[in-house]
Nanobody, 118 residues
Framework: QVPLVESGGGLVQAGESLRLSCAAS????????MGWYRQAPGKQRELVAT???????NYADSMKGRFTISRDYAKNTVYLQMNSLKPEDTAVYYC????????????WGQGTQVTVSS
């Protein structure tokens, strides 16, 4: 198991910003990627953004230009800066870590609620 501790969610108004953090605790090796997914009520979990071990980032189209993913390699922590938030960004945001142990293993955080009011 890879314990993941998320923080930074909350209630904001449309147009405001939030920064999510996710720290992978313990001595973890071979992290291939870290990222964020979200799940709104009644919808499937969807990709928000990922950052690979080499720094390559990937964003869902609807988040490009508004969200920025970054990583502190020394702290095994991934961040998601969310600007210009919209009500449709309301969801539970989940941290994801992919570790290579002879194959890819996915680990998930407990989720943090982001609510954007209009």
């Amino acid at each position: 198991q890879v314990p993941l501790v998320e923080s930074g969610g909350g209630l904001v108004q449309a147009g405001e910003s939030l920064r999510l953090s996710c720290a992978a605790s313990g001595s973890i090796f071979n992290i291939r990627a870290m990222g964020w997914y979200r799940q709104a009520p009644g919808k499937q979990r969807e990709l928000v953004a990922t950052i690979a071990s080499g720094g390559t980032t990937n964003y869902a189209d609807s988040m490009k230009g508004r969200f920025t993913i970054s990583r502190d390699y020394a702290k095994n922590t991934v961040y998601l800066q969310m600007n210009s938030l919209k009500p449709e960004d309301t969801a539970v945001y989940y941290c994801n870590v992919v570790v290579w142990r002879g194959g890819p293993y996915n680990y998930w955080g407990q989720g943090t609620q982001v609510t954007v009011s209009s």
